[in-house]
């Protein structure tokens, strides 16, 4: 079955403790992106990446680290959360970057306290 | 930089009338524009899109329309349906150095009563 794998779906952690959320697609998707979900604020991209090596910050990369060794990974790295990191995650990926659909994992629910 | 706007924030309607959600975008380079439903709980899934290309398509009860000049398009459903309730993104891809960003409108969360 075609889809995006984040793990975890619920992670909570104490300011300053680093964390990494993982993203795995098994599409063969060269383009795979990053968003923190806000009430009121929709979905904001953090980082995206056009492929292998290639990536490059969103609208809110403030905190956020990005890497991408291989195609179908696509790992967040929190080097050291903040309370104003506590949100809704989504990774995503896309066929054709700008001109097919993104296809979203399940989420993680992230709390910082 | 580009920015979607997206209007309006809360819609309410009675089941079986229409609903109307409109986007306006800023970078005129952008060509394909998306629409994500998200119910409760859950991630945002396609469920229609159109290019730059084309004004206007449809699927079933859902239609998008485009219009480049003034840099808006829309999504009509018609017939509504309970399980229609959920919250709507709009979004485009303006092209960026060496890439492509994708920016969301704020959502849309329509009701629709019984």
């Not at chain 1, 696509?74 to 989504?90: C, K, R």
């Amino acid at each position: 079955e075609a889809q995006v794998t984040q793990n975890p779906r619920y992670l909570i952690t104490v300011t300053g403790k680093k964390l990494t959320v993982t993203c795995s697609q098994n599409m063969n998707h060269e383009y795979m992106s990053w968003y923190r979900q806000d009430p009121g604020l929709g979905l904001r991209q953090i980082y995206y990446s056009m492929n292998v090596e290639v990536t490059d910050k969103g609208d809110v990369p403030e905190g956020y680290k990005v890497s991408r060794k291989e195609k179908r990974n696509f790992p967040l790295i929190l080097e050291s959360p903040s309370p104003n990191q506590t949100s809704l995650y989504f990774c995503a990926s896309s066929g054709q970057a700008g001109r097919s659909p993104l296809h979203f994992g399940n989420g993680t629910r992230l709390t910082v306290t | 930089g580009e920015n979607v706007e997206q209007h309006p924030s809360t819609l309410s309607v009675q089941e079986g009338d229409s609903a109307v959600i409109k986007c306006t975008y800023s970078d005129s380079a952008s060509n394909y524009f998306p629409w994500y439903k998200q119910e409760l709980g859950k991630r945002p899934q396609l469920i229609i899109d159109i290019r730059s290309n084309v004004g206007e398509k449809k699927d079933q009860r859902i239609a998008v329309t485009l219009n480049k000049t003034a840099k808006h398009f829309s999504l009509h459903i018609t017939e509504t349906q309970p399980e229609d309730s959920a919250v709507y993104f709009c979004a485009a891809s303006p092209p960026n150095t060496g890439g492509f960003k994708t920016i969301f409108g704020a959502g849309t969360r329509l009701f629709v009563k019984a």
